[in-house]
T-cell receptor, first 110, second 110 residues
Framework: DAGVTQSPTHLIKTRGQQVTLRCSPK?????VSWYQQALGQGPQFIFQ???????QRGNFPDRFSGHQFPNYSSELNVNALLLGDSALYLC?????????FGQGTRLTVV | QKEVEQNSGPLSVPEGAIASLNCTYS??????FFWYRQYSGKSPELIMF????GDKEDGRFTAQLNKASQYVSLLIRDSQPSDSATYLC??????????FGTGTRLLVSP
């Protein structure tokens, strides 16, 4: 059984561009959360999707948006990229209250 | 006051010693508590979770929770160089949203 998978693993974008990150949860997991981890910091909660709806949202601007598909996979979109958006973006899927993380997408904004 | 606080370290211990990692949290409504290990450049890996006051042991790891003091700790017995990593404390609030501390860097010297 594959765990949580994310794509791409690394990405370089220019300031002002838009980016889409993708996540496939573990088999049978219907809840997906996204986190941003800046260098030297703990992960920060962006939002969570359940049954194709955004269930919770952290303190992130509207430039960050997402989507969940009927197969429970999810996308994170970031518009108008800023240098400060450079971070490791983590996707997690949930089972019995435990969160399992994918390998992350390292986004660098130049 | 940060929601979840950890000493950033580094905490240095010799091989074979007990490493003690501490975490305090501010929200008394917190229900679940997690310890994740994160190697440099990798995603967080769940080590242990604890829901009730007291101790929970799993192999060389023991998690301790004191809700009255809003304190969670992780003990690592017989520390190995391979345990060298950043340890993230996380607290679950509503709907499995995790709030992380900034992590404690552990260095185990041979």
């Amino acid at each position: 059984d594959a765990g949580v998978t994310q794509s791409p693993t690394h990405l370089i974008k220019t300031r002002g561009q838009q980016v889409t990150l993708r996540c496939s949860p573990k088999s049978g997991h219907d809840t997906v959360s996204w986190y941003q981890q800046a260098l030297g910091q703990g992960p920060q909660f962006i939002f969570q999707y359940y049954e194709e709806e955004e269930r919770q949202r952290g303190n992130f601007p509207d430039r960050f948006s997402g989507h969940q598909f009927p197969n429970y996979s999810s996308e994170l979109n970031v518009n108008a990229l800023l240098l400060g958006d450079s971070a490791l973006y983590l996707c997690a899927s949930h089972e019995r209250g435990e969160a399992f993380f994918g390998q992350g997408t390292r986004l660098t904004v130049v | 006051q940060k929601e979840v606080e950890q000493n950033s370290g580094p905490l240095s211990v010799p091989e074979g010693a007990i490493a003690s990692l501490n975490c305090t949290y501010s929200d008394r409504g917190s229900q679940s508590f997690f310890w994740y290990r994160q190697y440099s450049g990798k995603s967080p890996e769940l080590i242990m979770f604890i829901y009730s006051n007291g101790d929970k042991e799993d192999g060389r790891f023991t998690a301790q929770l004191n809700k009255a003091s809003q304190y969670v700790s992780l003990l690592i017995r017989d520390s190995q160089p391979s345990d060298s990593a950043t340890y993230l404390c996380a607290v679950s609030l509503s709907f499995q949203k995790l709030v992380f501390g900034t992590g404690t860097r552990l260095l185990v010297s041979p």
